[in-house]
């Protein structure tokens, strides 16, 4: 049987990591990679406030949003998984709005309120959507969870504010359904395949929030 599209290796993806990985293999020890043309990094100042906390950083303006949380704040949570956004797995919450962190750039932020799976709930005081995950083991690995979550917070929110998706039926009336929810969250793989317990899991989390 043949895999989807979505789990298909790029042969071309991977040619190109492995000739990267072997030029970085080859590097004598101490030295550092350098932008093409040995020029320096140019640096910027950001001020972000990420998960309610004002943090200043000086970065590459190369940084991926991304790689400023995960490198730089050591906020691990959000995942690089294609690093293409393809997967979802680097999702987090921009001023409100979901975005791939992973095709982003952090100076593009300056003053934004950003919010990892981090600032979304901590062990003893979960995210309703955390919870609801937990209770329909809306997750296996967990590699793409902290993505699928944040993305699942987004979701109901733009279907709240009536932002229309490509299965939304009626323009002038956006309505929750499972159909809306699957193709909100067609961005985000799971390669574990727990998509129904996943949209299970929104489901309670929009029931309980109408109740």
Request: glycine share 10%; aromatic share 4%; charged share 25%.
């Given at each position: 049987?043949?895999?989807?599209?979505?789990?298909?290796?790029?042969?071309?993806?991977?040619?190109?990591?492995?000739?990267?990985?072997?030029?970085?293999?080859?590097?004598?020890?101490?030295?550092?990679?350098?932008?093409?043309?040995?020029?320096?990094?140019?640096?910027?100042?950001?001020?972000?406030?990420?998960?309610?906390?004002?943090?200043?950083?000086?970065?590459?303006?190369?940084?991926?949003?991304?790689?400023?949380?995960?490198?730089?704040?050591?906020?691990?949570?959000?995942?690089?998984?294609?690093?293409?956004?393809?997967c979802g797995a680097c999702t987090?919450?921009?001023?409100?709005?979901?975005?791939?962190?992973?095709?982003?750039?952090?100076?593009?932020?300056?003053?934004?309120?950003?919010?990892?799976?981090?600032?979304?709930?901590?062990?003893?005081?979960?995210?309703?959507?955390?919870?609801?995950?937990?209770?329909?083991?809306?997750?296996?690995?967990?590699?793409?969870?902290?993505?699928?979550?944040?993305?699942?917070?987004?979701?109901?929110?733009?279907?709240?504010?009536?932002?229309?998706?490509?299965?939304?039926?009626?323009?002038?009336?956006?309505?929750?359904?499972?159909?809306?929810?699957?193709?909100?969250?067609?961005?985000?793989?799971?390669?574990?395949?727990?998509?129904?317990?996943?949209?299970?899991?929104?489901?309670?989390?929009?029931?309980?929030?109408?109740?």
């Amino acid at each position: 049987m043949r895999r989807p599209k979505d789990f298909e290796l790029n042969r071309r993806d991977l040619m190109a990591c492995a000739s990267a990985a072997t030029a970085m293999a080859a590097m004598p020890t101490g030295t550092s990679a350098r932008p093409a043309g040995g020029e320096q990094p140019v640096m910027a100042k950001v001020g972000l406030t990420v998960n309610g906390e004002r943090r200043e950083l000086e970065l590459d303006t190369r940084t991926s949003l991304l790689d400023a949380a995960r490198e730089h704040l050591h906020l691990t949570g959000s995942k690089k998984g294609c690093d293409h956004g393809r997967c979802g797995a680097c999702t987090m919450l921009v001023d409100g709005r979901r975005i791939n962190a992973c095709l982003t750039l952090a100076v593009m932020y300056q003053g934004s309120e950003i919010t990892t799976i981090e600032g979304l709930g901590q062990p003893g005081d979960l995210h309703p959507m955390q919870a609801a995950f937990i209770r329909h083991d809306g997750f296996q690995c967990g590699f793409c969870t902290p993505g699928q979550i944040c993305s699942s917070v987004a979701v109901l929110r733009e279907i709240e504010a009536g932002i229309p998706s490509h299965a939304t039926a009626d323009l002038g009336k956006v309505a929750f359904s499972e159909d809306e929810v699957r193709e909100r969250m067609s961005g985000n793989i799971c390669r574990c395949g727990a998509y129904p317990n996943i949209v299970a899991a929104i489901r309670e989390v929009h029931e309980g929030a109408r109740g």
